[in-house]
């Protein structure tokens, strides 16, 4: 499944820096989205998902204000 996978690899990449704590939570179908401090940062449909380097710069971009 899409969506998994890419959330594993996002959830690996972001976990390496120190002061980022990830947390994985189960979505529905065909869901992905990343929230960084109770802000929605990605939010997919089962249509269409970034990639996973494409999320962690958002991610990281929003982390960096």
């Known amino acids: 499944m899409i969506k998994s996978g890419m959330a594993a690899r996002v959830?690996?990449?972001?976990?390496?820096?120190?002061?980022?704590?990830?947390?994985?939570?189960k979505g529905g179908l065909g869901e992905f989205r990343v929230d960084v401090d109770g802000e929605?940062?990605?939010?997919?449909?089962?249509?269409?998902?970034?990639?996973?380097?494409?999320?962690?710069?958002?991610?990281?971009?929003k982390l960096a204000t």
Request: no cysteine; proline share 5%; net charge positive.
């Open 40 to 61: 929605t940062v990605v939010d997919t449909n089962r249509l269409w998902y970034p990639s996973p380097k494409k999320v962690v710069a958002k991610v990281r971009e």
């Open 11 to 25: 959830a690996a990449e972001l976990s390496e820096a120190k002061d980022v704590t990830v947390e994985k939570v």
